[in-house]
T-cell receptor, first 112, second 113 residues
Framework: DSGVTQTPKHLITATGQRVTLRCSPRSGDLSVYWYQQSLDQGLQFLIQYYNGEERAKGNILERFSAQQFPDLHSELNLSSLELGDSALYFC???????????FGPGTRLTVL | AQKVTQAQTEISVVEKEDVTLDCVYE???????LFWYKQPPSGELVFLIRRNSFDEQNEISGRYSWNFQKSTSSFNFTITASQVVDSAVYFCALNNAGNMLTFGGGTRLMVKP
């Protein structure tokens, strides 16, 4: 158990819908990262927050957004969902940006 | 730009064999960090090791060992006396002291009894 929690574990929804994925980092970790794992794209970095502020953006679509709250938990919002958004979404946390990142169990999103 | 290449997409071995997973990276930075993660069939990503670019010492942890060679930009991972429980997808990753991990494509290791 990495100490990072993610909910829900599975999510099935329809095209055009909006979903919110939630992540709680390990106790004491200020940095939260979101990654997407799909068969065709592999593991890709989406976005990072550090102590409530956006720190870096990767290959994140405009339809996707995220935030980190004062209690350090983070949410990833995915809207206008398309079939291609079906993937495993991981949240990770670390103490500082260059430290090892510990990953949550992931949320498997299926868009039908 | 950073890049991590794991040329071996799939490896199959018989239990107790030694196996080496290759990782080659590209970066222009002089300070960077290398990682290995394990993804078992259950799907979670498990951290195995972190190495910084200034420390080329090899590391051994039980049956696992890592060989970091800056001259060839490689960070290879060896499992000695493999076991069925080692079956998983293994990812090599690079962080250039920025924010994101750049992952390789992964190597699926199958250990047969």
């Amino acid at each position: 158990d990495s100490g990072v929690t993610q909910t829900p574990k599975h999510l099935i929804t329809a095209t055009g819908q909006r979903v919110t994925l939630r992540c709680s980092p390990r106790s004491g970790d200020l940095s939260v990262y979101w990654y997407q794992q799909s068969l065709d794209q592999g593991l890709q970095f989406l976005i990072q927050y550090y102590n409530g502020e956006e720190r870096a953006k990767g290959n994140i679509l405009e339809r996707f957004s995220a935030q980190q709250f004062p209690d350090l938990h983070s949410e990833l919002n995915l809207s206008s969902l398309e079939l291609g958004d079906s993937a495993l979404y991981f949240c990770a946390s670390s103490v500082e940006v260059a430290n090892e990142q510990f990953f949550g169990p992931g949320t498997r999103l299926t868009v039908l | 730009a950073q890049k991590v290449t794991q040329a071996q997409t799939e490896i199959s071995v018989v239990e107790k064999e030694d196996v080496t997973l290759d990782c080659v990276y590209e970066t222009r930075d002089t300070t960077y960090y290398l990682f290995w993660y394990k993804q078992p069939p259950s799907g979670e990503l498990v951290f195995l090791i972190r190495r910084n670019s200034f420390d080329e010492q090899n590391e051994i942890s039980g049956r696992y060992s890592w060989n970091f060679q800056k001259s060839t930009s490689s960070f290879n991972f060896t499992i000695t006396a493999s076991q069925v429980v080692d079956s998983a997808v293994y990812f090599c990753a690079l962080n250039n002291a920025g924010n994101m991990l750049t992952f390789g494509g992964g190597t699926r290791l199958m250990v047969k009894p």
